[in-house]
């Protein structure tokens, strides 16, 4: 009795393979979800996350917040990331003179040295995206950049310099600070 | 008989002819509807939609270097894609396209694209042995047990078709239907026909019984090795097959040329393209089955099925000649 059971089941679950094909056959009917490429872009971007990039100032949309603190680097779990400092600018005759007397009266000497890093080199080859360098950032100088294009033909196409690239992008649009993507797009 | 033999030289090359052109063709409708299926355009930039797509893969299969693997037997290894190819020429000659348009007239056409049909697996077990790689023994051990066990339940529902048209000349039972889808033999031989089918697309190697060339198991089973032309004839013998699969089914169940208003090639064509296209809707449906799957569907199932479909055909061929009632 139960083997005629199974056998039956086995035939009324032929049904499914009509179940498949009318789902193949819907999704064949209905609109296509991909955009060709080279021809149009994709507009949904903002929420890609890219690599990483340097925020820029409020007054200067193009010199960096970052305040070279290198907690980034610290806690950065894959080491690409290395902060350099500037060197505080040599002092003038007169700066100097200042100094000595601001030290005799016991004050503490205000630092002159701008705090904006000289290079921030960053292996995107080695990046996770994990984002604890943002995370940690004490001056929210990291944000990650919605370029989804990104292509090279050598590892080293993927160890930059942040604060070249700003520089970079600040002589690609000299005006508007959102660059325009080159090619329109479809919904 | 050089009459005949001349019908026969023009019957072979406008078979050359159609098995390029179908090959094509049906490259290009397989991409395009697994491109629309899975919601993407498929090929789209070569010519108007993608058409010459084929074209410039074919150029290019054409182009490749021929390789050989390192201790494989070079006369088997190159026989193999011709020995696939040959035959598939001659399955063409008693296909009925129309009415008396046949390349060769003989009554026993049935009989002989089922005889030339069961080279295909030779040609697979030489080109999976002389190519001396695991994936490509194991894709023609796999290639020889699926097409032998699935030749049976194929002969044996064919076999029933023809005990009621009682002819095994393909014009013969497509003359025994009549006009209209209610006359056709798929009407009186459903199972016969689902048998068919399902033997069909084993004996093809189509998904979604396409172990013997597995993509994700066996990379592409016996023709792994193949490069150029080589892989270029396996893969147009595979779709002249399916071409001549889904012409006997037309033939034998649907009607063959018989059909309303149209002319009988159109209505052949129309057919059997019509078949063609469930079965590349049946390789984007269906995931592959298993092995002992495969094997237990046909010893298990269309084996008896076919065996009690063709007993109880004969039971009623020979009821109907002894009350003289024609049905």
């Known amino acids: 009795m139960n083997a005629i059971k199974e056998a039956l089941k086995n035939v009324s679950d032929l049904w499914s393979l009509m179940v498949g094909l009318k789902v193949t056959g819907r999704y064949f009917r209905e609109p296509q979800r991909t955009v060709r490429y080279p021809w149009k872009a994709l507009s949904n971007t903002d929420t890609y996350k890219g690599h990483l990039e340097l925020v820029g100032g409020m007054k200067d949309p193009f010199k960096p917040r970052c305040i070279s603190c290198g907690m980034c680097a610290l806690a950065c779990p894959s080491n690409c990331l290395t902060v350099v400092k500037r060197k505080a600018p040599k002092p003038t005759p007169e700066e100097e003179k200042a100094l000595a007397e601001a030290k005799e009266r016991g004050e503490k000497p205000k630092d002159k040295t701008p705090k904006d890093p000289e290079k921030f080199i960053y292996d995107f080859s080695l990046c996770s995206l994990c984002g604890t360098c943002m995370e940690n950032c004490p001056a929210g100088a990291l944000q990650f950049s919605g370029n989804i294009y990104m292509a090279g033909y050598s590892r080293n196409d993927f160890l930059f310099d942040l604060v070249v690239k700003m520089r970079e992008s600040e002589a690609a649009s000299p005006a508007e600070p959102a660059a325009a993507p080159a090619a329109t797009s479809e919904a | ?327």
């Open chain 2, 1 to 327: 008989m050089p009459a005949e033999f001349i019908r026969i030289l023009i019957g072979l090359v406008a078979v050359a002819v159609s098995v390029g052109l179908i090959g094509l063709v049906m490259v290009w409708v397989e991409r395009k509807v697994a491109g629309h299926i899975q919601r993407r355009p498929g090929p789209y930039e070569v010519g108007p939609n993608g058409v010459l797509q084929p074209l410039a893969d074919a150029l290019k299969l054409v182009g490749k270097q021929l390789f050989m693997p390192d201790g494989a037997d070079p006369i088997l290894y190159w026989l193999a894609p011709v020995l696939s190819f040959i035959p598939v020429l001659l399955l063409f000659l008693p296909l009925p396209v129309g009415d008396g348009l046949m390349a060769l007239d003989i009554n026993l056409g049935l009989l002989l694209i089922l005889a030339f049909a069961g080279l295909t697996v030779l040609s697979l077990l030489l080109g999976g042995w002389a190519s001396n790689t695991k994936y490509c023994l194991l894709g023609a051990a796999r290639a020889v047990a699926q097409s032998v066990a699935y030749e049976i339940p194929l002969l044996l529902s064919v076999l029933a078709v023809s005990f009621v048209a009682g002819s095994l000349n393909l014009a013969e039972v497509v003359k025994g239907q009549g006009t209209w889808p209610w006359n056709w033999n798929i009407m009186t031989q459903p199972l016969a026909f689902l048998i068919y089918i399902v033997s069909a697309l084993g004996e093809t190697n189509r998904a979604p019984f396409d172990l013997p060339e597995a993509e994700s198991e066996l990379t592409a089973g016996f023709h792994t090795e193949y490069s150029g032309m080589g892989f270029g004839l396996f893969f147009l013998a595979e779709y002249a097959n399916m071409v001549v699969v889904c012409s006997v089914a037309t033939a034998l169940f649907l009607g063959g040329w018989q059909g309303p208003v149209l002319p009988g090639p159109v209505w052949f064509v129309l057919k059997v393209s019509l078949l063609m296209l469930l079965m590349v809707f049946f390789r984007w449906t269906y995931p592959r089955v298993r092995f002992d799957q495969l094997l237990t569907i046909n010893w298990k199932w269309l084996m008896p099925l076919a065996v009690l479909n063709l007993l109880a055909t004969s039971f009623f061929v020979k009821l109907a000649q002894f009350t003289e009632v024609r049905w």
